[in-house]
């Protein structure tokens, strides 16, 4: 992307759109434009940002749902590039300054003046090339001329987002029904927070026969049995998990978006099909991995455990709120067990949405002020700098440019004698977040948001119902246990809910799940 910047240099020319291969929708959407902010705006963010993508390149990518990591990894080594060149500014003119000091060009008085200037001026600049990005580069599209061409899905080019590292997470990242493979106990990495869950488990006995029809299912007079004796039954249609999640997933695409009227069709939504599995390395011969063997070999399932998922994901509030179901089915000893989590990925932290309010222009106004408040805020960027610098000694090993003091967390090692010292180091690559549930607000924003979550997450949960017992209708199974079990299902969610998101507190009376929103803890239930 070309700059337009007056005063300084640009940080690196950017392409002229999205990089091709990568969905435009995500790479454009609202969300991925205000993670990139997120970058300029919040620094524990950035150094978040570039740990997760960039220096821990050994482990997968999370999936991204709604939104393209690679603009965000772009922006936020732009924003660190841009810092860095400031120190390198201040150094090279300290240097100056002692040297011209030292052969008697300055005395102590104008010496002094000097670094306050440079101090100043640095600081000033990059707030003027930080401003500018952010308010023209990254403004909402919809902003119009007056406020640039604004985003586009583009990024700054930078040498460590070399073409390898972007096709490496544009393909991690992925949730297009490949294996996605998790670090941490929960396998539904990048999903967000956990609202609602429950399992059940259902007999496959045939359904009672009735009388002049042969055909499957249940609802006419069944033939009467000698008493005491079971009724006549049909043979159930055998049938695999692959086949019935098939039917469940084309059928949920249908009747939610393909085949439903113009006016109630859920834009937004996807259905996909992926296996959740581990990616557990043991490194045979080496106790403490180098970079080089952290980056480099394959993982491996450390159970051979992987599990297939259904995943009903609807992206709503142009991807800043994404709701997801999470439905699972087995067949083990003539029985269906059927698993459905629902996750929340909530909005954006509103801090990010700065952006859209700062000025389309620098004029002479918002530079004087820009001028003052970098003379204002000169002590308290030194305080913050003085407790960076207290914490460095935590912080160096995650640092980009420390990759060689990086060091795994190893399994405990409680044997007598300590031998897990000696011991095949075990490598974790696993992803254990995303970039967008590290941005993820506390709270909602808008009230129909919560309201929006609890809507999408019923309606996938009613249709899964539906479509479940359609296709157990057809295979001749009894439908009396799994209406039964529907209701309870819907009894214990209804109108009746527990959401505890910041201030967003209502009750829930009669159910056993406990309905958490992005603040909150999970939920359990089973049916």
């Not at 390395?281 to 399932?301: A, F, I, K, S």
Request: glycine share 8%; aromatic share 8%; net charge positive.
């Amino acid at each position: 992307m070309a700059s337009d910047f007056l005063t300084v240099p640009a940080p690196a020319p950017e392409p002229d759109g999205p990089v091709p291969g990568r969905p435009a929708a995500n790479a454009t959407s609202n969300a991925t434009r205000l993670l990139c902010a997120g970058t300029y705006l919040d620094p524990v963010y950035r150094a978040g940002v570039i740990r997760e993508l960039l220096t821990h390149q050994y482990r997968v990518v999370a999936p991204a749902y709604g939104y393209d990591a690679v603009p965000v990894l772009a922006h936020a080594l732009a924003a660190r590039r841009l810092q860095r060149l400031r120190l390198a500014v201040l150094i090279a003119g300290f240097a100056v300054t002692f040297l011209l000091m030292v052969v008697g060009a300055l005395d102590g008085l104008a010496a002094t003046l000097a670094v306050v200037w440079l101090l100043w001026v640095t600081a000033f600049l990059r707030r003027v090339v930080t401003l500018q990005t952010l308010s023209r580069r990254l403004s909402a599209p919809a902003g119009g001329a007056r406020r640039g061409r604004g985003f586009d899905g583009s990024y700054p080019e930078h040498p460590e987002l070399t073409p390898e590292l972007v096709d490496k997470i544009a393909r991690e990242q992925a949730s297009d029904g490949t294996v996605i493979r998790y670090g941490g106990y929960k396998p539904f990495v990048g999903a967000g927070k956990q609202v609602r869950r429950w399992s059940n488990a259902e007999l496959m006995i045939g359904a009672p026969l009735a009388v002049f029809d042969e055909q499957p299912g249940a609802g006419r007079i069944a033939v009467p049995a000698a008493t005491g004796q079971e009724p006549q039954r049909k043979e159930v249609v055998p049938f695999t998990v692959e086949e019935l999640t098939a039917y469940v997933a084309d059928r949920m695409t249908a009747r939610l978006r393909e085949q439903a009227r113009p006016m109630q069709r859920i834009e937004g939504l996807a259905v996909e099909r992926s296996t959740f599995s581990t990616a557990v390395t043991t490194l045979r011969g080496v106790t403490e991995p180098t970079p080089e063997q952290l980056e480099g070999g394959r993982w491996n399932d450390a159970y051979d455990a992987g599990r297939d998922y259904l995943c009903i994901r609807v992206g709503s509030w142009n991807q800043e709120l994404v709701t997801t179901a999470f439905v699972g089915f087995d067949l083990k000893g003539n029985t269906l067990h059927t698993e459905f989590y629902s996750y929340v990925l909530a909005p954006i932290e509103e801090s990010f949405q700065l952006v859209d309010r700062l000025p389309a222009a620098l004029d002479e106004r918002v530079l004087l002020k820009m001028a003052w408040h970098t003379v204002r805020g000169t002590p308290h960027s030194a305080l913050r700098s003085a407790a960076a610098k207290a914490a460095g000694a935590r912080l160096l090993p995650q640092l980009p440019w420390s990759k060689n003091r990086i060091r795994v967390p190893q399994p405990a090692d409680t044997s007598e004698f300590g031998l897990g010292r000696y011991a095949d180091a075990r490598l974790n690559r696993g992803a254990v977040t995303s970039v967008r549930e590290m941005a993820t607000s506390s709270r909602f924003h808008v009230f129909f948001q919560e309201t929006d979550t609890i809507k999408y997450t019923q309606i996938v949960e009613r249709q899964l119902l539906h479509v479940l017992r359609d296709f157990l209708y057809e295979h001749n199974v009894d439908l009396a246990e799994h209406e039964a079990r529907q209701t309870n299902i819907l009894n214990n969610y209804g109108h009746n809910n527990s959401f505890v998101n910041g201030n967003n507190n209502t009750t829930n009376s009669g159910t056993q799940n406990d309905f958490r929103g992005p603040g909150g803890g999970k939920g359990a239930g089973s049916a």
